[in-house]
């Protein structure tokens, strides 16, 4: 069975802290993403990699940064965390964007306070 | 890059048909899309691609204009299990992947 977990699925975090949240594949796909979700506005990527040590910006990348020094693993750093990050953050993997599906994680509901 | 997605939220009876409209303002290999469930991670249907070719779900039909960048997704007969919020994606520039906004969909018995 394939999978897609995330380090935790509720954190509660003080404004200015620095945040971690984790995501692992195992199946041994080249990319993985971030995304943001908030109500009626759908999936919004962060960041991604297509490779251990790439990564690339997405449409919101302002106040995160990722890491990915191994290929099944992919995190999404939040250098100094404010109100407006609380949301619902998403972890994917894809073998590729073109022809192949993407499988999530569990997804982390953060709490800025 | 964010395909647009309409309507924003569709409410129908069990047994009654739904169509979700997907676009993009750049060409398209492929579409894919994808259903969540509240308080659960989005899951795959399908993927459409340029050609004609389909993969996923064999009881949800799609269609995908390539000339117009438009995909649609056709939900028959809704059950009560069709309920939840469904994404189309599509690929960007250097492998990224782009949502849309979602369209929630209510299916009522």
């Known amino acids: 069975d394939v999978k897609v977990t995330q380090s935790s699925r509720y954190l509660v975090k003080r404004t200015g802290e620095k945040v971690f949240l984790e995501c692992v594949q195992d199946m041994d796909h080249e990319n993985m993403f971030w995304y943001r979700q908030d109500p009626g506005l759908g999936l919004r990527l962060i960041y991604f990699s297509y490779d251990v040590k790439m990564k690339e910006k997405g449409d919101i990348p302002e106040g995160y940064s990722v890491s990915r020094e191994k290929k099944e693993r992919f995190s999404l750093i939040l250098e100094s965390a404010s109100t407006n990050q609380t949301s619902m953050y998403l972890c994917a993997s894809s073998r590729n964007t073109e022809d192949t599906e993407a499988f999530f994680g569990q997804g982390t509901r953060l709490t800025v306070v | 890059q964010q395909p647009v997605q309409s309507p924003q939220a569709v409410i129908l009876r069990e047994g009654e048909d739904a169509v979700i409209n997907c676009s993009s303002s750049k060409a398209l290999y492929s579409v894919h899309w994808y259903r969540q469930k509240h308080g659960e991670a989005p899951v795959f249907l399908m993927i459409?691609?340029?050609?004609?070719e389909q993969k996923g779900h064999e009881k949800i039909s799609a269609s995908f204009n390539e000339k117009k960048q438009q995909s649609s997704l056709y939900l028959t007969a809704s059950q009560l299990s069709y309920s939840g919020t469904y994404f189309c994606?599509?690929?960007?520039?250097?492998?990224?992947?782009?949502f849309g906004s979602g369209t929630k969909l209510n299916v009522k018995p």
């Open positions: 994606g599509t690929p960007g520039d250097f492998n990224k992947f782009y």
């Open positions: 459409l691609l340029k050609g004609g």
